[in-house]
């Protein structure tokens, strides 16, 4: 069973979505959140996921014939891309690089992207940011902890990238990804880039 896969899913006919939104997906007594890595006009619905709880959906979604039957509704969220005079910067770890992969399919470029992951091959859509963006900055800390998201050096680690590679000014951070990252970067904005604007989401 792959702990991280690509899923497809047919997409219902009347469901309007714009990148960075999310959809919930039901089977009987389950239900997540998802935001989809294809463009908004995709006919299809594609989405990179992970399992984290053997016993839950992503588990049987990784495992579903073809022709299974999933609920989806939606849109949820406001996590889409806005225009601005300041610089976007997009900041995910782990599988919350999903609604960038979106953005970027619809035709979001030119922002800079620092995305962290405990390992290369987990720098997942690499190629493609790297192809749109102005400037791309991976983060890797191959921490032994399982548990990345409770890691205080993996965060420490992106923290200090964030400062390393961003100079002082304004910009528009887009925020995807561990509760604990969003916390440590949105304190470091507002101490170091007071001026800029803040957009967040995190994944669970």
């Known amino acids: 069973m792959p702990n991280v896969f690509e899923l497809e899913l047919r997409r219902p006919p009347d469901l309007y979505l714009q990148a960075g939104h ?13 935001s989809p890595i294809s463009a908004p006009d995709d006919g299809r619905l594609r989405l990179c996921i992970r399992i984290i709880n053997p016993q839950g959906l992503a588990s049987y979604l990784s495992t579903a014939e073809i022709g299974s039957s999933i609920g989806i509704c ?55 940011f790297e192809s749109h963006a102005r400037k791309y900055v991976p983060c890797i800390c191959d921490t032994p902890n399982d548990d990345i998201e409770q890691c205080d050096r993996y965060h420490r680690k992106l923290v200090d990238t964030l400062k390393e590679h961003i100079e002082p000014g304004q910009y528009d951070f887009y925020l995807c990804g561990w509760q604990k990252m969003i916390k440590s970067v949105t304190n470091i904005v507002d101490t170091l880039y007071p001026h800029s604007h803040v957009y967040t989401e995190v994944f669970y």
């Open 22 to 34: 999310a959809i919930r997906l039901t089977h009987q007594a389950y239900q997540r959140y998802y």
């Open 74 to 128: 939606g849109p949820f969220g406001y996590f889409n891309f806005s225009p601005s005079s300041r610089s976007p910067v997009f900041i995910a770890t782990d599988t919350g690089v999903a609604p960038f992969v979106s953005m970027v399919r619809s035709g979001v470029a030119g922002f800079t992207m620092l995305q962290g992951a405990r390992s290369e091959k987990e720098l997942f859509y690499r190629d493609l």
